[in-house]
């Protein structure tokens, strides 16, 4: 990206803050027959100094699957290419030659390339997927770093100081006909599933100006620079489906989330580097994202428009320099329509 391009780089930022009851998103491991909810520490003030919290958390890499999932069919939809792995949802994203001559014979050709620029170029015209949640090719050692970042899905802190987190197992059982048991008893179980409930934080970024941004090719490609409107069109559009339908995590079949959006702030930013907005795990993060977006207007040129949403009450008083809906998909509609804006001029 040239030098312009980076003083014009845009970008977008958002925290939720989510109400989630009965969840199992994220199994981490089975014990037996217990299937246990994925856990992280957190740090959390305690009697004057600090101390470490396991909660039920959602990891990044979930978090990411599930958009790839929804980028994937999205773009295709849109008529983008997408590679038969990323409509199957799986992404190995190329790998190695191996896999490579195994599962993505589409770009087989790639292997005969030897310039850097020339085997970029050919896989990222290959998968829009690839050029906004990056890959790795080993074998050539060329990689593309995602353009989309999220962070684990912990629960805000006031809720875990509160006691609002929780995991339980819940019982289940594998029914097996009498036929059946007479000859292997085993067959019909017990078993337990752990839920979680909280109030998550769910933080996502995503570098807008660098999709359909080739890293290794010193002059752009006008093939692949003429799809970009519709190739940020497709990543926007894949985060408000994550967001909005909380889509996101595994075992939805049987434990499909009890969810609500409770509060959002997302950022639009355009200038040098990214503006990041303040994580939701606090209940001040709108009003401190906001008070953040002015300093860094006037100490370093970055130009950042908000958009929120707030039922659980957090903002007290006006804040001039945010724009406020009354549900959370208006915030975010309102926010992709402004960055398709910035794309466009």
């Not at 990543?235 to 967001?243: E, R």
Request: glycine letters at 6%.
């Amino acid at each position: 990206m040239s030098a312009m391009g980076y003083r014009d780089a845009v970008n977008l930022s958002l925290s939720a803050r989510i109400l989630v009851n009965a969840e199992a998103l994220n199994m981490a491991e089975t014990v037996g027959n217990v299937s246990r909810h994925r856990r992280a520490p957190i740090v959390v003030e305690s009697g004057g100094g600090y101390s470490v919290v396991y909660v039920p958390a959602v990891s990044g890499e979930s978090l990411a699957h599930s958009y790839q999932r929804l980028l994937a069919t999205i773009a295709d939809s849109m008529g983008l290419p997408v590679t038969e792995m990323d409509r199957r949802g799986f992404f190995l994203k190329f790998s190695d030659n191996n896999v490579i001559n195994a599962v993505y014979k589409e770009v087989s050709d790639v292997i005969k390339l030897d310039k850097p620029c020339d085997v970029e170029a050919r896989l990222l015209k290959a998968s829009c997927v690839a050029d906004v949640a990056g890959f790795l090719y080993t074998d050539k050692m060329i990689k593309r770093t995602s353009r989309v970042k999220f962070s684990y899905m912990v629960p805000a802190v006031d809720a875990v100081i509160k006691g609002a987190t929780a995991t339980y197992p819940q019982i289940h059982v594998r029914y097996a006909p009498p036929e059946l048991l007479m000859e292997r008893p085993e067959a019909q179980a017990i078993y337990y599933v752990e839920s979680g409930s909280s109030i998550y934080v769910l933080t996502v970024g995503l570098d807008v100006s660098s999709i359909s941004e080739l890293e290794y090719c010193q002059d752009s490609d006008k093939e692949f620079k003429g799809q970009k409107p519709k190739r940020v069109e497709a990543a926007l559009k894949a985060l408000i489906g994550m967001v909005d339908g909380l889509m996101l995590g595994a075992k939805r079949s049987r434990y499909g989330p009890v969810w609500e959006v409770k509060s959002i702030i997302v950022a639009v930013s355009k200038g040098p580097i990214p503006f990041e907005v303040s994580p939701g795990t606090h209940r001040g993060y709108i009003e401190e994202t906001a008070r953040r977006a002015k300093t860094v207007k006037d100490i370093i040129g970055v130009n950042v428009e908000l958009y929120a949403f707030d039922r659980e009450g957090l903002v007290k008083g006006s804040l001039d320099n945010v724009k406020f809906y009354n549900t959370h998909s208006e915030a975010l509609a309102e926010a992709v329509k402004k960055v398709l804006e910035l794309i466009k001029t």
